[in-house]
């Protein structure tokens, strides 16, 4: 769960799931460049973290978290 989605300046993660170690979350652009990259450790099923994206510029982003070997992805939108 990711929101509010569109957003202005920060978004809160939330999800669930059993995997437990470093995550990885990068926020790539629409044509795949790489902008961002956050490690953070997750140490029990439930998670929880507010990103701070304010640095980035109106448009449409794609988070990419990977916990382990799986990878989720989502779409977000900066406004202003």
């Keep these: 769960n990711l929101f509010p989605n569109p957003y202005y300046s920060q978004v809160q993660l ?3 799931n059993s995997f ?3 995550l990885n979350i990068q926020i790539v652009d629409l ?3 790489l902008l961002k990259q956050i490690e953070v450790a997750k140490t029990n099923e439930n998670f929880s973290k ?3 994206f304010s640095d980035l510029k109106k448009g449409s982003y794609i988070l990419k978290m990977q916990t382990g070997k799986t990878i989720y ?3 977000l939108v900066k406004l202003k």
């Design 73 to 75: 992805t989502s779409k």
């Design 31 to 33: 044509s795949g460049k």
């Design 14 to 16: 939330n999800f669930r």
């Design 50 to 52: 507010v990103l701070d």
């Design 20 to 22: 437990r170690g470093n």
